[in-house]
C-alpha cells in the first residue's frame, strides 16, 4: 500500500509549488481559484517537516489542491546547500515582510486572487490531513 500512495504522489499526483507569488495571483485570478501560501523552514523546523510530510504530501490533500489552489511555498532553509537561488530567496522574503512579518513556522495562509488573508493557521494543524483538506476544500467551494 505505501508503495501504491507512493506512486500516486510521485507520477500520478504531482504537487506544483509556485515559486514567484506574483504569478501565482495571475494564475489563481485566471482560474477563478484560492492561493494557499506556506511559511517553511524545510531543514530545520520540525513541525514544518511534519506538517509537509503528513499534510501537504497527503493524497487527499494533493488531488484536492490540484483541483482548487495554487500553492506557493516560502521556504527559509539554514543550511547552505539547500538555499536557494537569491532571487527565490529576495521573494521569500519579500513575502514574510507582508504575511509572515512575527516569523512564525510553519504559517500557512489561504488568501484570495489579489492576496487577501481568508484563514491563517499557525504550526501544524490540530485536525487531520483529510480533516484540514475538508476544510479548505469548503472554503475553496464558498467562494466560487
Not at 500512495?5 to 495571475?26: M, R, S
Not at 523552514?41 to 520540525?46: E, H, M, Y
Not at 514574510?96 to 510553519?106: L, T, V, W
Request: proline residues 6%; neutral net charge; contains cysteine.
Amino acid at each position: 500500500m505505501k508503495l501504491l500512495t507512493l506512486f500516486l504522489l510521485l507520477v500520478v499526483l504531482p504537487i506544483n509549488w509556485e515559486p514567484d507569488f506574483n504569478n501565482a495571483k495571475k494564475i489563481a485570478k485566471e482560474k477563478h481559484e484560492l492561493i494557499l501560501l506556506n511559511f517553511s523552514g524545510s531543514d530545520w523546523c520540525g513541525p514544518c517537516i511534519v506538517l509537509r510530510r503528513d499534510y501537504l504530501e497527503s493524497v487527499v490533500f494533493t488531488e484536492m489542491a490540484n483541483a482548487n489552489l495554487v500553492l506557493v511555498n516560502a521556504d527559509f532553509p539554514r543550511k547552505k546547500k539547500n538555499i536557494g537561488i537569491p532571487e527565490q530567496v529576495k521573494r521569500n522574503e519579500d513575502l514574510a515582510e507582508i504575511y509572515n512579518k512575527e516569523g512564525s513556522f510553519p504559517l500557512t495562509l489561504l488568501l484570495d486572487a489579489d492576496g487577501k488573508v481568508i484563514k491563517t493557521w499557525h504550526g501544524k494543524p490540530e485536525t487531520t490531513p483529510e480533516q484540514w483538506t475538508a476544510e479548505i476544500k469548503a472554503i475553496c467551494d464558498s467562494k466560487k
